[in-house]
């Protein structure tokens, strides 16, 4: 095949063609775009069908939104982070590629939750209220029971077939909020619950895609959730290392950004900036939505298609990390988990190393808050994280030995974490656009996972399932995703 552009090089995937009897049978061959945990897992499931893959990473790492860093010599998460309960695909990975898993400190000490100035404690199990006042915990109780009942009703793989679809998906998640919750408490509770899952504002997103996104999840408690819920457990070294051990096996081009993808009906060609030009059957396209779409395709894509990837924006996170000689705050009786309705650090957890040695303070800066903390100076960011520890755990948390920050929507390859979010409209007018393939063109990320959506868990599940609806349409039977 020859080059599709001037000045670049062609590049196939290595062919080594096998013998079935006496016909000659090449396999297939695969570009998949991005070496994040979705991309990797669908390179690994397509090699294991006997498909040639060539997996393309912008990056001069593996991981995507998994990335590993040092605080103090001791491993932490710069991205994603904790297994959950129920993310049975990463337990797996975990234990196949010779890894551990640890629990998040959790049940030794209580859980700091500050509402409207009040400070109350809270057991770390699943479940637990904050000892509010009678009223407002009354309130709150009445607000997740509705929104549970809402999000049952919700099918997380066609939300948009909900029999009440458009007049979920034509309210913002505030607006139900305001509406069904009375007390300044209870509204507070649902907006850092918003802010801690979808790193945005209630106001970003639809009814809609909150209600999917927490039955993708189980439910809005395990979300919430240490125990028995998404944050309960964390992987020895960092969750870096399983993406690393994935890639081992596979054919991994670093620093090879994407610019283009061809096809017609013969196969596909995707190019890379630096002119290399890599001839296959099928992409994957392991990128979340928003870069999806900078992406230039020869034909273009469908209209509908390229409308949605163009309102899929990625939530606003910065990690930002504090180390102490030791986690002090376990002498008060603080599992250093926290929930403020002030910031700009919100949500924390101890994140220190399980063999001891230092306390380690993870912060998130989210949403809207985070939107204006990125644009304040260096040290200014760093004062008024460490001033909001301050603020929850005391004068010692004025001194740390190190602080490190992650900004992800300053990432050029990642524009923004955890994952997209639907604003209202988006779910009903372009859903059934979200997961079909687009001729050779195929999706895989968090974004599209119909369980799990937003975690590494989710990303598995989609590179795996898209691997296998690719393997099943080229031997010509229907596709299918599970």
């Known amino acids: 095949m020859p080059a599709t552009g001037s000045g670049r090089t062609l590049a196939p995937i290595r062919s080594d063609d096998r013998l079935c009897g006496s016909e000659e049978v090449k396999p297939m061959k695969a570009v998949v775009v991005g070496a ?3 991309g990797l897992s669908a390179a690994r499931e397509l090699q294991r069908a006997g498909a040639e893959v060539v997996v393309l990473e912008a990056r001069g790492r593996v991981g995507g939104r998994v990335e590993g860093g040092e605080i103090e010599g001791h491993p932490i998460e710069l991205g994603g982070t904790w297994i959950g309960e129920g993310h049975s695909r990463m337990h797996g990975l975990v234990g196949e590629l010779g890894l551990e898993t640890f629990r998040t400190w959790n049940d030794e000490g209580k859980m700091l939750v500050r509402l409207g100035g009040r400070r109350v404690l809270l057991d770390g199990g699943k479940g637990a209220v ?6 407002a915990l009354a309130d709150l109780a009445q607000g997740m029971a509705r929104f549970g009942r809402l999000a049952r009703g919700v099918d997380a793989a066609r939300p948009w077939t909900h029999p009440k679809a458009r007049l979920l998906d034509g309210q913002t998640f505030e607006t139900w909020i305001r509406r069904n919750l009375r007390t300044p408490s209870g509204r507070a509770y649902f907006r850092i619950a918003a802010e801690a899952v979808f790193s945005a504002d209630a106001g970003d997103l639809s009814l809609l895609h909150a209600l999917f996104y927490a039955v993708s999840n189980t ?11 998404a944050q309960q457990d964390r992987v020895a070294g960092g969750s870096v290392l399983v993406a690393e051990r994935l890639a081992a096996g596979l054919d991994v081009r670093l620093s090879a950004p ?3 993808i061809t096809q017609d009906d013969a196969g596909v060609t995707v190019a890379t900036r630096a002119g290399e030009v890599f001839a296959a059957d099928r ?11 900078r992406l230039r395709y020869d034909p273009p894509l469908p209209a509908w298609r390229d409308q949605l990837t163009q309102k899929l924006p990625a939530g606003t996170v910065v990690k930002t990390f504090a ?5 002090f705050w376990r002498e008060q009786g603080l599992n250093g988990q926290v929930a403020a309705d002030i910031g700009p650090v919100k949500v924390t957890f101890d ?5 001891g040695g230092i306390g380690v303070l993870l912060g998130f800066v989210e949403g809207g808050e985070a939107r204006r903390w990125q644009r304040l100076p260096e040290e200014e960011r760093r004062r008024t994280v460490i001033d909001s520890f301050v603020r929850f755990f005391g004068p010692r948390a004025a001194r740390p030995t190190a602080y490190v920050e992650k900004d992800w929507s300053a ?3 990642t524009r923004g974490c955890y994952g997209a979010h639907f604003a209202p409209g988006v779910w009903t007018g372009y859903g059934d656009a979200l997961r079909p393939p687009v001729g050779r063109v195929h999706w895989a990320g968090t974004e599209y996972a119909v369980e799990w959506n937003g975690y590494m868990e989710g990303a598995v599940r989609s590179g795996t399932a898209t691997a296998r609806e690719i393997v099943e349409q080229q031997q010509g039977s229907p596709a299918g995703r599970p």
């Open 36 to 38: 994040g945990l979705a």
């Open 130 to 135: 904050p000892r509010l006042n009678p009223v």
């Open 219 to 229: 439910d809005l408690e395990t979300l919430l959730a240490v125990d028995r819920g």
């Open 258 to 260: 994407v610019t283009e």
């Open 283 to 293: 992409v994957v396209v392991a990128l979340p939505p928003v870069l999806a779409g």
């Open 323 to 327: 180390s102490y000689p030791a986690p």
């Open 351 to 355: 994140v220190s190393p399980p063999g």
């Open 411 to 413: 990432e050029e390859y």
